[in-house]
């Protein structure tokens, strides 16, 4: 392996993980979003403010539906 082989691996590495970092960046929502959640539970203030529409305990619930799905 020689010092081009290296680099051209580094390039990559950092490549890999800004496309990580660009699909995380895509999935927060934009705006304001609702008082309350589906299941009437209050959303916080900064939650609302940054977007998301479901109260903390159903967002952690869809996400470990979510783990589930991705096995």
């Known amino acids: 392996m020689n010092e081009s082989d290296i680099e051209r691996a580094e390039h990559h ?3 890999l993980m800004q496309q990580q970092i660009e699909k995380q960046r895509r999935q ?3 705006g ?3 008082e309350e959640c589906e299941c009437g539970n209050p959303i916080p203030q900064k939650r609302r403010e940054l ?3 479901t109260c ?5 619930t869809q ?3 979510n ?4 096995r």
């Open 13 to 15: 590495q950092q490549w």
């Open 28 to 30: 927060v929502p934009k």
């Open 32 to 34: 304001i979003g609702p």
């Open 51 to 53: 977007g998301y529409c």
């Open 56 to 60: 903390i305990a159903c967002a952690e």
């Open 63 to 65: 996400e470990r539906r």
């Open 67 to 70: 783990a589930l799905i991705r």
